[in-house]
């Protein structure tokens, strides 16, 4: 049984910084696409950052310079570095997998339509 497990949110000042966490069981790591994913009320959800399975990292606009994504693979665990944070980066962040032989497209890999393992969510709050 595939389960993901985030961990991380809190509330914190603009320009301040968050760690999210995503425990990940039930599936290899490898030849697998994890990446982040936000939503905010009345709004689709979006992705953030995205490990491709052949391990290219790849990052929205608003995210590029600012977060990093990363992976533990002896911990089984996927990560988000998020720094100078904005009230624009608040939301539930959900974390994802989805098992794809590489190579994979960019498109392909930032879709929320490809994954079918999705965690519980995590809500980030920023405030100015």
């Known amino acids: 049984q595939v389960q993901l497990v985030e961990s991380g949110g809190s509330s914190v000042q603009a320009g301040g910084s968050l760690r999210l966490s995503c425990a990940i069981s039930?599936?290899?790591?490898?030849?697998?696409?994890i990446g982040w994913f936000r939503q905010v009320p009345g709004k689709e959800r979006e992705w953030v950052a995205v490990?491709?399975?052949?391990?290219?990292?790849l990052y929205s606009d608003s995210a590029r310079g600012r977060f990093t994504i990363s992976k533990d693979n002896s911990q089984r665990t996927l990560f988000l570095q998020m720094n100078s944070l904005e009230p624009a980066d608040s939301g539930m962040y959900y974390c994802?997998?989805?098992?794809?032989?590489?190579?994979?497209?960019?498109?392909?890999?930032?879709?929320?339509?490809?994954?079918?393992?999705w965690g519980q969510g995590t809500q980030v709050t920023v405030s100015s």
């Open positions: 994802a997998a989805e098992e794809r032989a590489p190579p994979m497209t960019a498109r392909q890999a930032i879709s929320v339509n490809l994954f079918r393992n």
């Open positions: 490990l491709d399975s052949a391990g290219r990292d």
């Open positions: 039930g599936l290899p790591f490898s030849r697998y696409c």
